[in-house]
Structure formats: structure tokens, C-alpha cells
């Protein structure tokens, strides 16, 4: 239980911080600062998280844990812990995360206390998530998720916002359900909802798919993606960054510590109806976003088409696939809150992010354009790049399951250039759109003070992949957490 | 010798009864208030005394629950003094503190202090009715409170629904109670007991057991309670009856009579019927069904906040039968649990539909509800923690309360009603957010706020009220453990013999 604070603190700061800037009447810059200085106190915490976690003990070993009990009777408790690889999709939430509030005190979102409350409700659930080692644990954090993505969408988003929430909170509120039912079957048969004790490994399918239900909607998975369209495009930019980024990696998550990993019986049975959705997926979101109409439809459906790449590494099951699936998650965080942060910020000063009126805004706007570049070109994974690192494992991961998946990788990773290039020069290159004012600034310093750190610790990926990719479930199939899928 | 030797009197544990005579001694005072009293004071005397008896009789509850760790049929058998009583009288006297604050404000033209009294002799006749053991001490204390509930619900005249509300519950609980009285001969007649231990023995020393009295009785006992309990199809009187009564009234109306009853069916079902126990869990998870379904669906359409909420209160009967009827230890305790953030949802959504009313001076629609988060954040919020509680979404002691039945439901080894559960959840989240979603979502544009100017009043009892509640709510989310205790040892006075 060493260490297990640190845990606890990098749930209940942005909790409490939330619960503070609720009640407190602060000014909305105010407001804003404190939730920008309490989520860089998260990153500070998961700094010394990382530290504290000893990657030599073994690679599926829960560290930093803490536990007390809940309702003892029926055997379910406050158990928190990391894996090894969770650490890294904290980290990248909570960088997201701060990004995202770091966004909204720019562009100033009004009724500021309740806009940060929820943001910091959003952080402490997403942790929670990660580091929950209790299935009932594991669908509050889950279910907690919900609750301020729905007001953050329903009440700063677009237009049409009245109707994305509710597309996206049926679709994911039916997937959650499912996964309640597995929750009480799975803990009421075995009399404990700890994920850590041997009885909390089933091979039951139904329970399985339960699990499933509920991952591959908030990911989401060909075809239950009915939700993402609208949500993404209606959301607050940096809400849409946020969902893409760090909500769908939750899911991602769930699939390989819960799908994967607590059930590797009905993993191997189910694997290649799943492989060949994600195929599906990866193939027609990939197509979507290179015929996508603007900006954040090219995100959005990108987003499903790397969610496709993703699930192909994590049910490849082995070693490969899954440090690969890993990176990617990292990277892939990443690269689309910077996108849908950078979409917002042309919208603001364009006022929409229709491709047919954009262009030319390369011209006089440098620091935009070496920004989108750099994304860009990570995003579609050139050589060198982290992207790349990623998807390559993935690949490599796969192909032990049949040289066909690996194929259809490689023409999505071809699409990918196709969508991500198509979005640059659409944006940056050809003639000056229609809708791009000739006084349109260039990034500002503040918005290159959150943006650029970001596409730096891309570039620190695309140098090291190995800083992850080592510290998660190390080079061979004998480490615990795998022995058992085979 | 005089007569009074010659008949014997039964012992009087008055300590066993200190809730319930508390409250009526409130209520008795008020009365006299309304008489004696000048008019400007009455309402503020009848008020604090009513508060203060339901502060008393929470507190003798506490004792009674303390020192009852073993049920005993006290007062010539009539009345049980045990935890489950005790418990539910905790509930009821919360319910009914919570409700004097939210009706502080009440906008009634005359009869303020009978107004209170009969408040705190409906709660009294609660707390008397959840000790019952035989049918008769049942059917008395039922009518007791139902006749308050009757008037309170007609109380303010000037309100166009309420009398049509009144007159509404009347006929039809008096028609319900009288198929609960039918139904208690026919037991009676075919058991020659009263008693419910009584009748469960006579049951199985005769094998009555698919005797066609005790199980028509039985049926009809069912019947009576779920009118009581507004479970459907014994459900029509609620939205009418919700929506005119007053809001407060409705409000503990919601809360207090519910529990009540679902803790009386959960009383009499297994200790006088525990032979029959096949026959009630299926009725009951018939009935439970059938509540999700009729409650859900109609809730989906309402555009006035009190007939959804009425609505949704007979979806939420459905849920609390689930429990009772998996018939097993697990669902006596899951039942208690979910009570307790159900009934402080119940006061403290009602309240807020209270405030908004006494703000716009009509009827709250989903229409002129909107703007309310941003205007008043926090009514605002705890309408959101409410509806989150009722739609059994966490950090709200409803999603314990739901976890609970449902698991209580698998481990009778129904998971077909678990299923039925998750559906009915499903369908109510749309109108719960559809509730938030005009709270917060959407412009009020067009709709006169305060028209006379100026700011509402502040109710500083109203929202003392709903605090109160929204910790409860929280709390039971945080403190299952403690909580969960005190339901387990209460329903543990049940003994459950099967």
C-alpha cells in the first residue's frame, strides 16, 4: 500500500477543486485560474506518481494502491492502484485535460464556475477510471464521466447541441447499463467486486459482452459511432478535444485491462468478430475523414479510424500490439485535443470550419502553420514520428494473427496521409478562403503557450517511444498479465 | 369488583408508541393554536411546534431503534416495537421535518395551523401504521392517515386542482382501502386469525396454502396496499392527486406515504404470508413490471414538472417492489437503503417545484422551468442531484439504492427483472435529463419572471430544507456502510423465515 496517497490525490484534488470552485464566488477569471494552477498541481502529482511507480517489479503488478471498504457485505471497496501502462494514459489525460481548461480560460466560456467545476469533475472521473480496481469503482468513475460531459456539451456547444447530448448520452448510457448487469452477475456470483482477486477472472461471454457493450460505444467502435458525428462537431472545441482524446481512451482502456485482460477466454473467441469491426471501422473512418466537409468532421472521423487501429493492437494480444496500442493511445490524446483546440482557434477567427471556405492561412500566419504541420505530419504517421512507432508495433502485434489484418493497417496508415494532407493544404494552402478575414491573426502567444506543449511532447515521443513502450508490459509474452492469454 | 377489574387491560409500553404520540400531541396543539391564537401568529407557532414534534419524535425513534433490538409484540399483541418500525419512523419523521420547511412559505389563505396539524397527524398515523402486526391495528392506522392525507391534499381552495385532487384520492383510496378491508375478512375468515404471526402459523397448521380465501385475500391485500403505495395498474389517482395537491403535501406525500406502504407490504408479505411466498413474489414482480412500464412511458410525455414527477414516483414504486419481491434477506435491507435517498429526492425535487411555483405564481412546465440553474444555481443543482438520484446515476444514494435491488433481484435468481430494471432505467434517463436539460440548456426566454418586480423572497426554510436532503442524498452515496448497517439490522427483525 505503499505510495497509495498519490493515488488518492490525483482523484479527490481535482474532486475537491471542483466542489470549491462550485460553491466559492469567484470571478470567472478567477474562476479559471484556479482550475489552470489545480490542474497543473494533477500534472506536478502525476510526475511524482511516476517516479514513486517502480517499473522493474513486473509489468502487470498494481502499484501505488490504497483501499478501504465501501459496503464490506457484499464485498466491494474503495480500491485504487495503477497498472504499469495506466500511468501513461493518466498522464495523457490529465495533460489533455489541462490543455482544455488552459483553452477555455482564453477564449473565456461564461458561467465560468460551473464550465470549471465540470471540467475538474471530468478530470478526477477520468483518473478514477484509470486507476479503479473494483468493477463497482470502475462504473462510478465511469458513469461520473457522463455527468459533466453532459452539461459541458449541452450547455457551451454549438447550434444543434440539445440534440448531440442526447444522441451521445443514449448511446452511452444503454452501453453502461449492459455493463452494470455484467457488474452485479460477475460480483453477486462471486461475493467481491475487487478486479485484483482470482475470482474476479470469468470466461463467461455474456458477462463479456456486457463489458464490451459499454466500450465500444464511448470509444467508440464501428458501427455504434451514431453519436460521434454531432458530438464532436457540436461540442466546445476543447470538449471535443477532450472527448476524443482522453474519454475515448478510456474505453480503450477498459478493452484491454477488463476485456482483455479479465477475460482472456471470450477475448480468444471473440476475437476476430472484433478485429474485423475495428477493421471496419479503421477502413471507413479513415474514408469518412478524407471526404469530410470541414475540420472537425476530418478529426472526428480520424478519430474513429484510430480507435479501429487501436482496438486491432490491443486484441492482438501480444506483446507488440499491445505496447504499440499503448503509444498510440498517448499519442493519439494528444494529437487530437491539439487538433480540435486548433480547429476552434480557426473558427474563431474564421467563424466556421467548412474546408470550401478556408485556405491560405499559411500566408502571414507562421506560427499556425508550423503548428498544423507538425501535427499533421505526425498524425499521419511519418516515419520517425511517434504515430508511426505506434502504429508499426501495431502492425507487428497483428500479423501474428494473420498477414491480412496487417494489410488493412497499412491502407488505412496510406488514408491517413491521404484525410490529414487533404486537411493541411485545405486550411493552410491554395487560395485564400472566403470566410478568412484579412486581419485574421496568427496564433497567439498564449495560444502557442498551450498548444506548443503539446506538440513537444509529441516530438519527445517521436525521439523516445521507448519511455513508453518500455514501461509497460515489457519485451516478452512472459510477463504475468499475459501468460494467462495464452 | 368493578368492571374495570373484571376486564383486563393490556400493559401499555408507551415508549413503543412515543413517535407516533409525540406527533398527535403536536398535532393537537395546533389545533388549538387555530382557535386561540391571533391569525398572524399561527402560522409561525404551528409551524415551529410541528417542526420540533417531528425533531422529538426522530429522536424517541433513534431511542426506540436503539433499545429494540429485539422485535416483541407489545400492547396486547397489536403493535410490534422493533428496528424496522423504528427505521421507517426515522424516514417519515425526516420526510416530514424536511416538508415543514418547504411548506414554511405555503400560500394558504386560512387554515394554516390545521394545515400542521394534520401533516403531523398523517406522519403520526405512519409511524403507528409501519408497528402494525394484526389486521386491524393495519386497517386503522391506515385510515388515520389516509383521512389527513384526504384534506391536506383539498386544503387550499384557491387552487383550482386541489379540491378536484382531494375528492380524486378519496374515492379512490377509500375504494382501495376498502378492497384491503374486503381482502383482511377473507383472510380472517379463512385463518380465523388477525394476527400476522397468527395467520402464518393457522396458514401452514391447516394448510391454507392454496386455500381460495387467504390466496384471494391475499391478492386483494396487494391490490390495497399498492393503491397506497401508487403502484400500477393501482396507479391512476397519483398524477391527478400530485399535481393538484399542494406542492409541499405532494412532496411528503411522495416520501412518507411510499415508504410506508412498501414497508408494510415488506412487514406483512413475509411474516403473515411467508407459505405463500411463491405466489407474492411473482404477483409482486408482475406489479413491479408493470409500474416500470406505465410510470416510464407516461412519464415521457408530460410537459408539467408535478405530473412527471408523479409519474416518475409510480416508476420508482416499481423499482422499491423489486426488491420485495426477490423475497429474500438481501432485498429487506436493499428496500430500507433505497428509502432513504428516495424519500429526501422525493421532498427536496418536490420543494424546488415548490419554489419555482411560489416564483411564477402557476403551475412549473418544462417550459417555464427553464433558466432556473442559472438564475437560482442552487435549486439549480439540487434538481440536478435529484434527478441524477432518481435515475440511479452515482455520487447519489439512489445508484446504491438500485445496485442494491437489482442485486438483491440476481440473487433471488431473476435476471430477467434485473434486465427489466436496467430497460426501465434506460428509458427514464430521457425525461430525468430531459428535466435538466430545460433547467440548464435552454434559453427562458419569453417567460414573465417575477411580475411584480424585485426578488423573489428568499426562503431561507426551504432551502435549509433541500440542503438537508441533498446530504442525505450524497451522503447515503459516501456512507453506504453505516447505512446499510442500521437497514440490515432492521430488517433482521423480520426474522425471515424463509
Redesign the interface.
Known amino acids: 500500500m505503499a505510495n497509495g496517497w498519490l493515488t488518492d490525490t490525483l482523484i479527490l484534488l481535482p474532486l475537491g477543486g471542483a466542489i470549491f470552485i462550485a460553491i466559492a464566488p469567484l470571478p470567472r477569471l478567477a474562476a479559471g485560474l484556479v482550475a489552470l494552477v489545480l490542474s497543473l498541481f494533477e500534472i506536478a502529482f502525476w510526475g511524482g506518481a511516476l517516479s514513486a511507480f517502480d517499473y522493474n517489479v513486473g509489468a502487470s503488478s498494481i502499484q501505488l494502491q490504497d483501499r478501504a471498504t465501501w459496503f464490506g457485505e457484499l464485498g466491494i471497496s474503495y480500491h485504487v492502484g495503477f497498472a504499469g501502462f495506466a500511468l501513461w494514459l493518466v498522464g495523457m489525460s490529465v495533460i489533455v485535460m489541462t490543455a482544455a481548461i488552459a483553452y477555455a480560460v482564453w477564449v473565456g466560456r461564461d458561467h465560468a464556475r460551473a464550465y470549471f467545476a465540470s471540467m475538474l469533475l471530468l478530470t478526477a472521473a477520468l483518473v478514477g477510471v484509470f486507476a479503479a480496481q473494483d468493477y463497482l469503482l470502475f462504473y462510478v468513475f465511469w458513469e461520473a464521466m457522463l455527468i459533466p460531459l453532459y452539461v459541458l456539451v449541452g450547455v457551451w456547444g454549438g447550434p444543434g447541441r440539445l440534440r448531440a447530448t442526447l444522441m451521445f448520452f443514449i448511446y452511452t448510457m444503454a452501453g453502461s447499463l449492459l455493463m452494470l448487469a455484467s457488474i452485479i452477475v460477475l460480483g453477486i456470483s462471486h461475493g467481491s467486486f475487487d478486479m485484483t482477486t482470482p475470482s474476479a477472472f470469468d470466461n463467461s461471454t455474456w458477462i463479456f459482452l456486457g463489458f464490451m457493450a459499454a466500450f465500444v460505444v464511448k470509444a467508440p467502435i464501428f458501427p455504434f459511432h451514431g453519436w460521434l458525428p454531432e458530438a464532436y462537431r457540436e461540442a466546445p472545441a476543447e470538449v471535443a478535444g477532450v472527448l476524443s482524446g482522453a474519454v475515448s481512451k478510456a474505453a480503450a482502456y477498459g478493452f484491454l485491462y477488463i476485456a482483455v485482460i479479465h477475460f482472456p477466454g471470450p477475448t480468444h473467441d471473440l476475437r476476430t468478430p472484433i478485429l474485423v469491426l475495428a477493421a471496419i471501422g479503421l477502413i471507413y473512418g479513415s474514408l469518412l475523414a478524407f471526404r469530410a466537409p470541414d475540420l472537425r468532421g476530418v478529426v472526428a472521423y480520424s478519430s474513429l479510424a484510430q480507435l479501429g487501429l487501436i482496438t486491432f493492437g490491443v486484441f492482438a494480444t501480444n506483446v507488440a500490439g499491445l505496447n504499440g496500442a499503448v503509444l498510440q493511445m498517448v499519442n493519439h490524446g494528444l494529437i487530437s485535443a491539439a487538433m480540435f483546440m486548433l480547429a476552434g482557434l480557426v473558427e474563431l477567427r474564421t467563424g466556421t470550419g467548412r474546408f470550401d471556405r478556408l485556405g491560405g492561412m499559411a500566408k502571414g500566419r507562421p506560427a499556425l502553420a508550423t503548428v498544423l504541420m507538425t501535427l499533421g505530419i505526425i498524425a499521419l504517421a511519418v516515419p520517425g514520428s511517434g504515430a508511426f512507432a505506434g502504429e508499426f508495433l501495431i502492425l507487428t502485434g497483428v500479423f501474428t494473427s494473420g498477414w491480412g489484418w496487417s494489410v488493412v493497417g497499412a491502407i488505412a496508415i496510406v488514408l491517413a496521409a491521404m484525410y490529414m494532407l487533404r486537411l493541411i493544404s485545405a486550411v493552410l494552402h491554395r487560395s485564400k478562403g472566403s470566410a478568412v478575414p484579412e486581419g485574421a491573426r496568427d496564433l497567439r502567444l498564449a495560444e502557442l503557450g498551450l498548444l506548443v506543449p503539446l506538440v513537444v511532447l509529441l516530438v519527445f515521443l517521436s525521439a523516445w517511444p521507448a519511455a513508453i513502450t518500455d514501461h509497460t508490459f515489457g519485451q516478452t509474452d512472459q510477463t504475468p498479465a499475459l501468460t494467462r492469454l495464452r | 369488583m368493578t368492571l374495570a377489574d373484571s376486564i383486563p387491560t393490556p400493559t401499555i409500553d408507551w415508549f413503543a408508541m412515543s413517535p407516533a404520540l409525540t406527533l398527535l400531541g403536536a398535532s393537537g396543539i395546533c389545533l388549538l393554536v387555530a382557535v386561540l391564537l391571533p391569525a398572524r401568529a399561527r402560522r409561525i407557532v404551528s409551524a415551529w411546534v410541528v417542526g420540533a414534534a417531528f425533531v422529538g419524535a426522530f429522536v424517541f425513534a433513534a431511542f426506540l431503534y436503539d433499545k429494540s433490538p429485539h422485535p416483541e409484540e407489545v400492547i396486547a399483541n397489536e403493535v410490534v416495537r422493533d428496528r424496522l418500525g423504528a427505521l421507517t419512523a426515522l424516514i417519515i419523521c425526516g420526510a416530514g421535518l424536511a416538508s415543514v420547511g418547504v411548506s414554511w412559505r405555503i400560500r394558504l389563505r386560512a387554515h394554516v395551523a390545521e394545515y400542521y396539524a394534520l401533516l403531523a397527524a398523517a406522519a403520526g398515523g405512519m409511524c403507528f401504521l409501519v408497528t402494525a402486526t394484526n389486521l386491524i391495528t393495519l386497517f386503522l392506522s391506515l385510515e388515520w392517515f389516509s383521512i389527513c392525507l384526504y384534506v391536506l391534499c383539498a386544503i387550499d381552495v384557491d387552487v383550482e386542482g386541489s379540491l378536484e385532487a382531494g375528492l380524486k384520492y378519496l374515492v379512490v383510496g377509500g375504494f382501495g382501502s376498502a378492497v384491503l378491508l374486503f381482502g383482511s375478512a377473507l383472510v380472517y375468515g379463512a385463518t380465523g386469525e388477525v394476527g400476522f404471526s397468527q395467520i402464518a402459523q393457522a396458514i401452514s397448521a391447516k394448510d391454507l396454502v392454496h386455500d381460495p380465501f387467504v390466496v384471494a385475500g391475499l391478492s386483494m391485500i396487494i391490490a390495497g396496499l399498492g393503491f397506497k403505495a401508487s403502484a400500477a395498474p393501482f396507479h391512476m389517482w397519483t398524477p391527478d392527486v400530485y399535481e393538484g395537491a399542494p406542492t409541499p403535501v405532494t412532496g411528503f406525500m411522495a416520501a412518507a406515504t411510499k415508504a410506508t406502504a412498501l414497508v408494510l407490504t415488506l412487514r406483512l408479505l413475509t411474516t403473515a404470508f411467508p407459505a405463500e411466498k411463491q405466489l407474492w413474489t411473482i404477483a409482486l414482480a408482475v406489479i413491479a413490471c408493470t409500474s416500470l412500464a406505465v410510470g416510464n412511458l407516461a412519464a415521457l410525455v408530460q410537459r408539467n414538472v408535478k405530473r412527471m414527477l408523479a409519474y416518475s414516483s409510480i416508476s420508482q414504486a416499481g423499482f422499491m417492489l423489486i426488491p420485495i419481491a426477490a423475497g429474500n434477506a438481501l432485498g429487506g435491507r436493499a428496500l430500507l437503503f433505497y428509502l432513504i435517498p428516495y424519500g429526501a429526492m422525493s421532498v427536496a425535487a418536490f420543494a424546488v417545484v415548490a419554489a419555482r411555483e411560489r416564483e411564477l405564481g402557476t403551475a412549473v412546465t418544462f417550459d417555464n422551468i427553464a433558466g432556473l440553474g442559472?438564475e437560482r444555481p442552487f435549486l439549480g443543482?439540487a434538481l440536478w442531484v435529484c434527478m441524477?438520484g432518481f435515475a440511479g446515476?452515482?455520487?447519489t444514494g439512489g445508484?446504491?439504492g438500485k445496485?442494491y435491488a437489482?442485486?438483491a433481484a440476481?440473487?433471488r435468481g431473476w435476471?430477467w427483472l434485473?434486465?427489466v430494471g436496467?430497460?426501465a432505467?434506460?428509458v427514464s434517463?430521457?425525461y430525468y435529463?430531459g428535466l435538466?436539460?430545460a433547467v440548464?440548456?435552454r434559453s427562458p426566454a419569453g417567460i414573465g419572471l417575477a411580475p411584480a418586480g424585485g426578488q423573489p423572497p428568499r426562503e431561507l426554510a426551504l432551502q435549509t430544507a433541500v440542503f438537508g436532503c441533498l446530504v442525505v442524498t450524497v451522503g447515503s452515496f459516501f456512507f453506504?456502510?453505516p447505512l446499510?448497517k442500521l437497514c440490515?439490522m432492521a430488517a433482521e427483525s423480520l426474522g425471515y423465515p424463509f
Do not use: G, N, Q
Open positions: 442559472w443543482v441524477l446515476l452515482p455520487l445508484f446504491v445496485f437489482f442485486s440476481y440473487d435476471i434485473v434486465i436496467l430497460v432505467t434506460a434517463l430521457y435529463f435538466v436539460r440548464y440548456m453506504v456502510e446499510i440490515r
